[in-house]
């Protein structure tokens, strides 16, 4: 009790402290009534030149919220109650807002969004989807236009010009999912005229349960098919053999490369028939060739890799034991397949990946509101460093929620549900019957219709169409069903007569496996003080009841001997069920927060090749930058050689610096006279080749680079997310898997970054004359053709869910 009574303290105190700032709004509203059109559309100019004047946003909020409640009573003709001003101050903090349906969150975030926009830097608000995106832009955009604030929206499949002016406006509106992945592709341009977003400054989360929490679960995703066909690995394969050792190539065994001679370099372009294989559109034969010559020379059956069942499976060096689930990156293990002859499994590529946690967590402040977040607040702390407050309604709420009444089979249940809606039908009484899914909502309107009882059947279809339907519900006689998430951010008015018959009915179904989506169900009705009721039909045969706690129900229903057709209704059966549902939020819990683990490492990384990006794409001249690389390579070269004894191996310099085109022997005494005249001789070549390219280097250098940061990038995911299958095995080896993703995760990055500096450097010394801008129309193309899907999961039931996944999970396809 001590530690709820703190909780409840602090949101106590916390409202306290809102209400003497909501007692300021209030005193100056008669002064704000008074002002013209203009003067109150005055305000805006001088608020921004106030912050540029050294004032906070802070000082500001009584001012911009009398001002944002002034203007809607005029625009809109709604004025913000107290209770809409608190919610709008725990926004502008940062916080959660728990707010029950039906208190008017759309109408809260305009105060928020408003002096946030004040200082130029945009704000963000995402909702749930399209629809709600679209229509809070419109429905709120008087509000902002009236006092001179610009406002655009985002949807799917929009041209990048209208998502750049979007986001160019003072406030944009647009959905979690659109947001991330426009984040994603930004980062995939090859100029910086085509980047849509300008910044992560503020964003407020409509349904932040919902978004920040249960679709958390699972990353954006951009992803296209493998540009490698099968075949063309079993092609390079028989390439590799006809290669000679020592003529065509080298082989360097301590750093377990493959460097290509210019005689090898010559007779390979014979071979596929091209002209220059340094040409930016042959890039992928190079990493072909050298992984064939790897798969090749490095790797050998029964020591490295055995053949199993038809796969290749790699054996671990240090144990001996078999790493199932394992592969080779950046399509080597693809070379092992094509030199063994067994099928080679073709993947699609991830091109660049985010979990909604990490995305989120970029913005300078994150606030949210939704009808349900206070069983989560670990969670926003933790994850989101966001505080829950809760706001209370502006009128009590006076809906009756009755117990759970348990049947013990499905069918009884089903009967029950028809009979209620019946009787109450019959009274004129609307009802809203909530359904876990799309089956079991067309399962019950079958039954319905056997009974003659008219009703709409409401799922996550046809968003505009949802809307219209939720916002009819709450009619005379009026019979809704939907899936529980349906309708989120749309509110149910009752209609004439309704309040006297009761108000809205809410049945659910099934309990669903977080309490939040119950009590977002449940919250349909009784809004703004308005009479309502809600019941929950349940089956020992409904998945949660049936996986977590069902046994000891049933042996409390054989123990009362309840007949067929008859349920159990007891606060003691609820308390089981909360139990359950407490123990499936637990286990997405610790989904979740491995998920966030193992995305935070690599968030390090995925910001440092974006800001890399960022400055290739926003330099006008690379020679200091590509100096750094040049003298990081020349460092390994020579690190690389160095024997045991301290001394450099000749030879074995010689063989290194050929994949750099040199050839000449270098007479040296010590290793620093020995680095300068590599680099010198690196550099030159560097100078001449710029020389040769005149005014277009900078644009070739820049393609290129971006060009060798984006291949490896992909290859480098693509390792990640099978190391991710690997290191989750090593937890039965009692080892910490994020400690082991860590770890192996690092040095992976490592080798990447030494990768792109070796060929940036190889690249840039051998390219010869060619047309870039048909090769970079190409990449660009491509890029629009590629996949941003976004799935969600559960703990519960997952056959039925990947099946109900095939049909509606999001997945948004962008082409131009």
């Known amino acids: 009790m001590s530690i709820l009574s703190k909780i409840f303290d602090k949101n106590k105190r916390t409202l306290n402290r809102y209400r003497k700032t909501v007692e300021k709004i209030n005193k100056i509203e008669p002064e704000y009534e008074k002002l013209s059109d203009e003067a109150l559309k005055a305000k805006t100019e001088e608020f921004k030149k106030r912050l540029e004047n050294g004032e906070t946003l802070d000082d500001l909020l009584v001012e911009a919220f009398a001002t944002v409640r002034e203007t809607s009573k005029r625009v809109l003709n709604m004025r913000h109650f107290d209770v809409q001003l608190m919610g709008g101050i725990a926004l502008h903090e940062g916080n959660i807002a728990e707010m029950k349906t039906g208190e008017g969150k759309t109408l809260v975030a305009t105060l928020a969004v408003y002096l946030n926009a004040l200082t130029g830097k945009g704000v963000h608000l995402a909702t749930h989807n399209d629809y709600l995106a679209k229509r809070d832009a419109q429905w709120m955009g008087p509000i902002y236009e009236f006092l001179g604030l610009s406002v655009g929206f985002i949807q799917a499949g929009m041209e990048t010009a209208d998502r750049k002016k ?88 301590k750093g377990k490369a493959v460097i290509l001679t210019d005689e090898g370099i010559s007779k390979l372009e014979k071979m596929l028939g091209i002209d220059n294989l340094y040409d930016p559109k042959n890039i992928h034969f190079l990493f072909h060739t050298l992984n064939a010559l790897k798969a090749l020379y490095y790797f050998r059956r029964d020591k490295d890799y055995i053949i199993q069942d038809g796969e290749v499976i790699i054996v671990d060096e240090f144990t001996g034991r078999l790493m199932h689930g394992r592969r080779y990156s950046e399509g080597l293990h693809q070379a092992i397949e094509a030199k063994e002859g067994v ?315 050929l994949s750099y085109g040199i050839v000449e022997n270098i007479e040296f005494d010590t290793v620093e006279e020995c680095k300068d005249k590599i680099f010198k001789i690196l550099w030159d070549k560097y100078k001449s080749k710029k020389e040769e390219f005149g005014e277009d280097f900078k644009k070739i250098a820049k393609f290129i680079m971006l060009r060798i940061i984006d291949e490896r990038w992909r290859k480098h995911l693509e390792a990640i997310e099978h190391l991710k299958e690997a290191v989750s095995l090593r937890a039965y080896g009692q080892k910490d898997p994020t400690m082991e993703f860590k770890k192996e995760s690092y040095i992976m990055f490592e080798e990447l970054i030494n990768n792109i500096y070796d060929d940036t450097v190889s690249y840039l010394l051998r390219i010869v004359k060619v047309d ?45």
């Open 166 to 253: 979007a986001y160019q406006c003072d406030i944009t509106y647009g959905t979690a999912n659109e947001f991330g992945f426009d984040y994603l592709r930004d980062n995939l341009v090859y100029d910086l005229e085509d980047k849509v977003q300008r910044g992560h400054h503020y964003a407020i989360v409509d349904e932040a349960d919902s978004i920040l929490i249960d679709e958390a679960r699972t990353p954006l995703i951009i992803s296209g098919p493998s540009d490698t066909p099968s075949h063309l690995y079993t092609k390079f394969a028989g390439i590799a053999r006809k290669l000679k050792k020592d003529e065509d190539f080298t082989l360097d065994e």
């Open 343 to 657: 099928k080679v499994k073709e993947e699609s590529l991830t091109y660049a990946t985010i979990t909604f946690q990490n995305y989120f967590r970029m913005y300078e402040k994150l606030a949210g509101m939704t009808g349900t977040a206070k069983t989560e607040e670990d969670e926003f702390k933790q994850i989101y460093n966001c505080d829950v407050v809760v706001i209370p309604t502006n009128k009590p709420v006076i809906r009756k929620d009755q117990n759970d009444l348990i049947f013990r089979t499905q069918k009884e249940k089903w009967n029950a549900v028809v009979s209620e809606i019946k009787e109450r039908y019959k009274k004129g009484q609307p009802i809203l019957v909530g359904t876990t899914s799309i089956e079991t909502s067309e399962l019950l309107s079958s039954m319905l219709k056997k009974e003659g009882i008219p009703h709409n059947v409401l799922n996550a279809k046809y968003h505009e169409k949802e809307a219209e339907i939720v916002a009819q519900a709450g009619q005379k006689g009026m019979i809704t069903i939907a899936t529980n998430m349906a309708g989120r951010g749309t509110d149910i008015k009752l209609g004439e007569g309704v309040v006297e018959l009761g108000g809205l009915y809410v049945i659910g179904t099934e309990r669903h496996e977080s309490r939040r989506i119950d009590n977002q169900l449940i919250g349909r009705s009784g809004r703004q003080g308005d009479p309502g009721e809600s019941r929950f039909f349940l089956s020992f045969e409904d998945d949660l009841l049936r996986l977590f706690g069902g046994e000891k129900l049933k042996s409390i229903m054989g123990a009362l001997k309840i007949q067929d057709g008859e349920p159990i209704e007891h606060g003691l059966l609820s308390k089981i069920i909360k139990d359950a549902q407490k123990r499936v939020e637990g286990i997405h819990f610790s989904i979740r927060k491995r998920l966030f683990e193992l995305d935070s490492i690599m968030d390090y990384q995925r910001s440092s090749i974006y800001a890399h990006r960022d400055w290739i794409l926003s330099q006008g001249d690379y020679d200091d930058h590509l100096k750094e690389i040049f003298e990081d390579v020349v460092d390994r070269i020579i690190e690389s050689s160095i024997t045991d004894e301290e001394t450099i191996d000749k030879e074995e310099l010689k063989k290194k610096l």
């Open 772 to 816: 870039t801008s048909k090769e970079e129309e190409e990449t660009k193309k491509k890029i629009h053709q590629l996949n941003f899907v976004h799935n969600d999961g559960s703990v519960i039931n997952r056959e039925e869910k990947r099946k109900q996944n095939k049909k509606s999970h999001k997945r948004i396809r962008v082409k131009r």
